[in-house]
């Protein structure tokens, strides 16, 4: 078992969350293969994007629904400067998953994060748990308060 799927559960079992993580048969690198493998709607895929502030540098989390994609302009409001995409090094070192597999939990270090208010809308969503092939199923009132998410308007629907 990977170190970043190892991490993603124990942060589930720590906090108290029962569910099971799901090993797909097929890679779920993008939103539209996790909710075909979950055999879910696209929205209720827990998107993880990583972005960069652009004065500091600090590493941001933004939670996206499946088909929405993250409005930089309205992120770096709630941000408080200017965004870029983190690079694949950033992303390894601060959250210690690599992209395609990046959760919403377990970071290696506290990250702000920001959680699309789409994904309220849903019993029930999934977010990666830290490789291209697992994933877990969570209440998103659930993943607000492991994930210390701020539930936000920073969303656009994807083009």
Known sequence: MSKSLKR???ALTGAGVATEVLEMSSETRTAQQAADAADCALD??????????????????FITAGGNQVNMTR??????????????????????????????IGHLSPVRTFMDHRLMDFPKIYGAAGTPRHIFGISPNKLV?????????FASLKK
């Open 145 to 153: 308060e492991i994930s210390n998410s701020q539930i936000s308007d």
């Open 8 to 10: 993603v559960q124990a």
């Open 44 to 61: 209720q895929i827990a998107k993880s994007i990583i972005v960069a502030g652009a004065d500091t540098g600090a590493i941001y989390l």
């Open 75 to 104: 992120a770096a409001a709630l941000a408080g400067e200017p965004l870029d995409r983190a690079d694949a090094q950033a992303v390894r070192s601060h959250t210690g998953f690599a992209i395609g597999g990046v959760a919403p």
